[in-house]
């Protein structure tokens, strides 16, 4: 299980940040507390402080961080785009760490991905190879972009969003029970393929806020997925965190 900071999240501003910084170091002290051990953030979100208060003082080998660079027009305060050298060490500083566990290219939508961030690719595997980052890949929003993950040497992990309900994922927009049959296929070929599978939008990305059977059903759902290594929820309120490790002890 992991813990996602960017609900709702751009420019640097999330859910997370807007929680307060109280609350959110509580909230992330309280999931580490509870057997969360995975924290996803990324620069979009701007949670990498928030998520280095939160694990002052715990053992660096304890728990994994997963950031993602911006590489988009837009969605960030600045229009320039710095080469991953400079905006990873700046990440470190934020993160009060020496490296990251895995770090990403944020929001690939296209099947053309690895030949517009080519100069990115080559930047992230310098800094692999220095041990900045332990390992590298995408988080991907259209199942073209996860199809080239799985044939792409250089990906080591990516982010799929998958559901029981087909909420808020990829494939056709008019047919949930084939964005999941889809999703799961496409995840499955990757996993298979050695990648590391990261399932985002477990829960619809909030839409199942109001509906615990749904919340419960698309937990184990995703929990018994055999290509699935890790899933990532956003939470709010610590009963939001142990109802969902209990739904998937339960799963």
Same mark, same amino acid.
């Given at each position: ?8 999240? &751009?420019? /640097?501003?999330?859910? $997370? ?26 620069? @979009? =979100? ?35 785009? #710095? ?6 060490? +700046?990440?470190?500083?934020? #993160? /009060?760490?020496? =490296?990251?566990?895995?770090? %990403? ?9 690895? !030949? ?5 690719? !080559?930047?992230?595997?310098? @800094? ?5 980052? +332990?390992?590298?890949?995408? &988080?991907?929003? &259209?199942?073209?972009? $996860? /199809?080239?993950?799985? %044939? ?8 799929? /969003? ?16 084939? +964005?999941?049959?889809?999703?799961? !296929? ?16 477990? #829960?619809? !990305?909030?839409?199942? &806020? ?7 059903? *698309? ?16 939470? *709010? ?15």
């Amino acid at each position: 299980i992991g813990y996602g900071t960017g609900m709702r999240g &751009s420019n /640097r501003v999330s859910d $997370t940040v807007r929680a307060g910084w109280a609350k959110s170091t509580e909230l992330l002290q309280f999931a580490y507390d509870n057997g969360v051990r995975f924290f996803d953030c990324a620069d @979009l =979100y701007g949670t990498h402080q928030i998520v280095a208060d939160a694990m002052k003082g715990k053992p660096r080998d304890s728990y994994t961080v997963v950031s993602k660079i911006w590489l988009h027009p837009g969605g960030l305060p600045e229009k320039e785009r #710095l080469a991953p050298e400079e905006t990873i060490a +700046r990440f470190l500083r934020e #993160l /009060r760490t020496d =490296y990251s566990d895995i770090l %990403q290219i944020h929001c690939m939508m296209n099947d053309n991905w690895k !030949e517009q961030f080519a100069d990115a690719m !080559e930047g992230l595997e310098k @800094l692999k190879q220095q041990g900045k980052i +332990r390992a590298h890949g995408i &988080s991907s929003h &259209s199942f073209a972009a $996860t /199809r080239l993950a799985a %044939q792409t040497a250089w990906c080591d992990t990516v982010h799929i /969003r998958i559901n029981s309900e087909g909420m808020n994922m990829d494939g056709p927009k008019d047919d949930a029970e084939a +964005r999941v049959k889809e999703g799961v !296929e496409v995840a499955r070929k990757t996993h298979s393929a050695g990648k590391g599978i990261i399932a985002m939008k477990v #829960l619809g !990305e909030g839409k199942m &806020s109001d509906k615990p059977d749904l919340r419960k059903k *698309s937990a184990a759902f995703v929990a018994n997925l055999d290509c699935v290594d890790v899933m990532i929820v956003g939470f *709010s309120e610590k009963e939001h965190i142990t109802e969902f490790i209990e739904n998937v002890k339960n799963a």
